[in-house]
């Protein structure tokens, strides 16, 4: 499934779309809670993409169960419910699509599965509808094994990131704008499987994460697109088992954040993904169940601010986002707000504050113990991460001698095999006329 949605409207509210028990669902973040607004679209398949237009119009696509693509748009706070693309077909095939908004006209890109993991990426004019001609873009590794994401840099600019498989898994993506679109550019091939993986990209250039699980170890790798191309890929972090990762800026500093057995890890640049910080556990979320969703804001998104394409989510709290809104302290705030007046200060209020700040000195003491002993404990937890990686380098090394040495013992029972079958060509009894011969003589 494509994952849910968070909007931040034209009006600098928060907003969800939520997909359950074939519904999508519309709620809005009010006064510390969500609040339910509504259904709006029955009957759908949990695969749905929402965009927003430079005007703040919403679009919603998704897909019928019985194969009709809808529309659901809102502008001027109404919603209009369209179908763009009626179904001809008895069965069914898994499509997600994205709304690729050009000034006036909507092009559509979506991939549609063929079954055996192997799906087509398309591209369609949806103002044309159903006389528009549908293009096959490129071949794709069907979903939900595959990867297929979308992320508008700025007027008609988008990324469209996906994943390939020929002899190997590859990671890449295509540049699309009004007049043109890029070839393929791939950005990482491998044998094993990518798990998860997240972007985020501006005119400057794009940042990847993601991960790659081996046979004994899962590895989470960072890699940077700009004007001199791509960078070499940078190990952030090895262990046994990474469940997801996310990378956004906020504030003008790059987070690369992933989530391993419910405990969340990140790790921050201050030179835009040419080096890294030592990767922090963060113990404030112990007990968050952990997702992702899409993420989508009206108002300017920067490095300056916040600037991301997706955000954790904890699924026990309604799909609340949780990390993100502890950094960019405006999250949940409008684009206005009125000033609030000073407060008149008075003897009683001097008295107040001279006893909080005693009690504040002696919390901070408290806090100030705590962290070096936390510290402790990070800096043990490094050590035994650093001897893992070892160790999962270690195990690496025998995995690959033993593939080496049985291709090596594979090819020696060939070459048995071969030698013995020519020993058994060449027997009498394989040989009708040497028998005739000697009994001739």
Same mark, same amino acid.
């Given at each position: 499934?494509?994952?849910?949605?968070?909007?931040?409207?034209?009006?600098?509210?928060?907003?969800?779309?939520?997909?359950?028990?074939?519904?999508?669902?519309?709620?809005?973040?009010?006064?510390?809670?969500?609040?339910?607004?509504?259904?709006?679209?029955?009957?759908?398949?949990?695969?749905?993409?929402?965009?927003?237009?430079?005007?703040?119009?919403?679009?919603?696509?998704?897909?019928?169960?019985?194969?009709?693509?809808?529309?659901?748009?809102?502008?001027?706070?109404?919603?209009?419910?369209?179908?763009?693309?009626?179904?001809?077909?008895?069965?069914?095939?898994?499509?997600?699509?994205?709304?690729?908004?050009?000034?006036?006209?909507?092009?559509?890109?979506?991939?549609?599965?063929?079954?055996?993991?192997?799906?087509?990426?398309?591209?369609?004019?949806?103002?044309?509808?159903?006389?528009?001609?549908?293009?096959?873009?490129?071949?794709?590794?069907?979903?939900?094994?595959?990867?297929?994401?979308?992320?508008?840099?700025?007027?008609?600019?988008?990324?469209?990131?996906?994943?390939?498989?020929?002899?190997?898994?590859?990671?890449?993506?295509?540049?699309?704008?009004?007049?043109?679109?890029?070839?393929?550019?791939?950005?990482?091939?491998?044998?094993?499987?990518?798990?998860?993986?997240?972007?985020?990209?501006?005119?400057?250039?794009?940042?990847?994460?993601?991960?790659?699980?081996?046979?004994?170890?899962?590895?989470?790798?960072?890699?940077?697109?700009?004007?001199?191309?791509?960078?070499?890929?940078?190990?952030?972090?090895?262990?046994?088992?990474?469940?997801?990762?996310?990378?956004?800026?906020?504030?003008?500093?790059?987070?690369?954040?992933?989530?391993?057995?419910?405990?969340?890890?990140?790790?921050?640049?201050?030179?835009?993904?040419?080096?890294?910080?030592?990767?922090?556990?963060?113990?404030?979320?112990?007990?968050?169940?952990?997702?992702?969703?899409?993420? !989508?804001?009206?108002? %300017?998104? @920067? $490095? +300056? #601010?916040?600037?991301?394409?997706? /955000?954790?989510?904890?699924?026990? =709290? *309604?799909?609340?986002?949780?990390?993100?809104?502890?950094?960019?302290?405006?999250?949940?705030?409008?684009?206005?707000?009125?000033?609030?007046?000073? !407060?008149?200060?008075? %003897?009683? @209020? $001097? +008295? #107040?504050?001279?006893?909080?700040? /005693?009690?504040?000195?002696?919390? =901070? *003491?408290?806090?100030?113990?705590?962290?070096?002993?936390?510290?402790?404990?990070?800096?043990?937890?490094?050590?035994?991460?650093?001897?893992?990686?070892?160790?999962?380098?270690?195990?690496? $090394?025998?995995?690959?001698?033993?593939?080496?040495?049985?291709?090596?013992?594979?090819?020696?029972?060939?070459?048995?095999?071969?030698?013995?079958?020519?020993?058994?060509?060449?027997?009498?009894?394989?040989?009708?006329?040497?028998?005739?011969?000697?009994?001739?003589?």
């Amino acid at each position: 499934m494509n994952g849910n949605y968070i909007v931040k409207n034209k009006n600098g509210i928060i907003i969800s779309f939520c997909f359950e028990n074939n519904n999508i669902f519309l709620k809005e973040y009010s006064a510390d809670k969500w609040l339910d607004k509504g259904c709006l679209a029955k009957s759908v398949r949990g695969d749905f993409s929402v965009n927003i237009s430079d005007e703040g119009d919403l679009y919603l696509l998704c897909q019928r169960l019985q194969g009709d693509i809808i529309l659901i748009n809102n502008k001027d706070n109404l919603w209009n419910e369209k179908v763009i693309l009626k179904s001809k077909i008895e069965s069914v095939n898994n499509i997600l699509f994205y709304a690729l908004i050009h000034k006036t006209e909507m092009e559509l890109i979506y991939i549609i599965d063929h079954g055996n993991k192997k799906s087509d990426i398309m591209a369609q004019n949806a103002a044309k509808g159903l006389n528009s001609p549908a293009v096959i873009i490129d071949s794709a590794l069907s979903l939900p094994e595959g990867i297929f994401k979308m992320q508008k840099i700025k007027n008609s600019h988008y990324i469209v990131f996906y994943q390939k498989r020929n002899s190997e898994n590859q990671l890449g993506y295509r540049e699309i704008n009004a007049d043109k679109r890029s070839d393929y550019i791939s950005l990482f091939k491998t044998g094993y499987r990518i798990t998860d993986s997240s972007f985020v990209a501006d005119e400057s250039g794009i940042h990847f994460l993601y991960i790659v699980k081996s046979m004994f170890s899962s590895q989470l790798i960072y890699r940077k697109k700009d004007e001199k191309g791509l960078n070499n890929p940078i190990v952030l972090y090895e262990g046994q088992t990474i469940n997801l990762c996310s990378i956004f800026f906020a504030k003008d500093i790059l987070y690369a954040s992933w989530i391993i057995n419910k405990q969340l890890f990140y790790c921050i640049s201050k030179s835009e993904g040419n080096e890294f910080e030592r990767a922090v556990r963060d113990k404030k979320y112990n007990s968050v169940n952990w997702s992702k969703a899409n993420y !989508l804001g009206f108002d %300017n998104m @920067n $490095k +300056e #601010t916040l600037l991301t394409n997706e /955000i954790f989510c904890d699924n026990k =709290k *309604n799909y609340e986002p949780v990390f993100i809104p502890d950094i960019y302290e405006q999250f949940y705030k409008a684009n206005y707000f009125e000033k609030p007046e000073p !407060l008149k200060e008075t %003897n009683q @209020n $001097k +008295e #107040t504050d001279e006893g909080i700040l /005693i009690q504040l000195e002696r919390m =901070k *003491n408290q806090v100030e113990i705590a962290q070096k002993q936390s510290n402790e404990k990070d800096r043990q937890l490094i050590q035994l991460n650093n001897i893992l990686q070892a160790k999962n380098r270690e195990l690496l $090394k025998v995995e690959n001698n033993l593939t080496k040495k049985i291709k090596e013992l594979k090819a020696e029972i060939n070459l048995l095999k071969a030698e013995k079958n020519n020993n058994i060509l060449k027997t009498p009894e394989n040989n009708p006329q040497d028998e005739k011969n000697k009994t001739d003589n």
